[in-house]
T-cell receptor, first 114, second 113 residues
Framework: GDSVTQTEGPVTVSESESLIINCTYS????????LFWYVRYPGEGLQLLLK?????QKGSSRGFEATYNKETTSFHLQKASVQESDSAVYYC???????????FGSGTKLTVEP | EAAVTQSPRSKVAVTGGKVTLSCHQT?????MYWYRQDTGHGLRLIHY???????EKGDIPDGYKASRPSQENFSLILELASLSQTAVYFC????????????FGKGTRLTVV
């Protein structure tokens, strides 16, 4: 089926350290998967962080980057230097262009310590 | 910025009781969705709608009904709440078209006791 697996949380890193949250996907019924990272800050709804709709392309936002790798079916989220304000829950998601269904990973809770 | 408002934000319900979760969006989006999230799991789609007075089943519709009386409002109804329906529920909306952004509400934490 269609599914997403991501780094089990929680993850704790110190400010200015680098971060990688792994995400792999399985897209058996979606011919051209679109890949997303959503973020949920405390007390807020999920917000789109970045998306990539073409294999081989990289998306970036707020210092975060993710590359759509079709060969390894991965879409890892990276940031070179995290800040306390990055503390949130991060969700990797898979969908198709009409987005009738988005398939989400279980979320990775990130805590950035000062 | 698109706004999706859910009410209530949290609720405690009794097993066997009826629960209605409400969602309101102010951006003229055609599509609206209800997802649930269980601890340790990703969000899963319960119902969605692409036009008023019509709803579609998602991946996990059993035990839930949905109602879309207007473009702005989308409700999720649990006629007979059960313990297994304890979860966080998210409403979302987007406008029609490929690759349009999905906007989420802040979630409703439902506890069935």
């Amino acid at each position: 089926g269609d599914s997403v697996t991501q780094t089990e949380g929680p993850v704790t890193v110190s400010e200015s350290e680098s971060l990688i949250i792994n995400c792999t996907y399985s897209a058996t019924s979606i011919a051209y998967p679109n890949l997303f990272w959503y973020v949920r800050y405390p007390g807020e709804g999920l917000q789109l962080l970045l998306k990539v709709i073409t294999a081989g392309q990289k998306g970036s936002s707020r210092g975060f980057e993710a590359t759509y790798n079709k060969e390894t079916t991965s879409f890892h989220l990276q940031k070179a230097s995290v800040q306390e304000s990055d503390s949130a829950v991060y969700y990797c998601a898979l969908g198709e262009s009409n987005y009738n269904v988005l398939y989400f990973g279980s979320g990775t809770k990130l805590t950035v310590e000062p | 910025e698109a706004a999706v408002t859910q009410s209530p934000r949290s609720k405690v319900a009794v097993t066997g009781g009826k629960v209605t979760l409400s969602c309101h969006q102010t951006n003229n989006h055609d599509y609206m969705y209800w997802y649930r999230q269980d601890t340790g799991h990703g969000l899963r789609l319960i119902h969605y709608s692409y036009v008023a007075d019509s709803t579609e089943k998602g991946d996990i519709p059993d035990g839930y009904k949905a109602s879309r009386p207007s473009q702005e409002n989308f409700s999720l109804i649990l006629e007979l709440a059960s313990l297994s329906q304890t979860a966080v529920y998210f409403c979302a909306s987007r406008r029609t078209g490929p690759n349009t952004e999905v906007f989420f509400g802040k979630g409703t934490r439902l506890t069935v006791v």
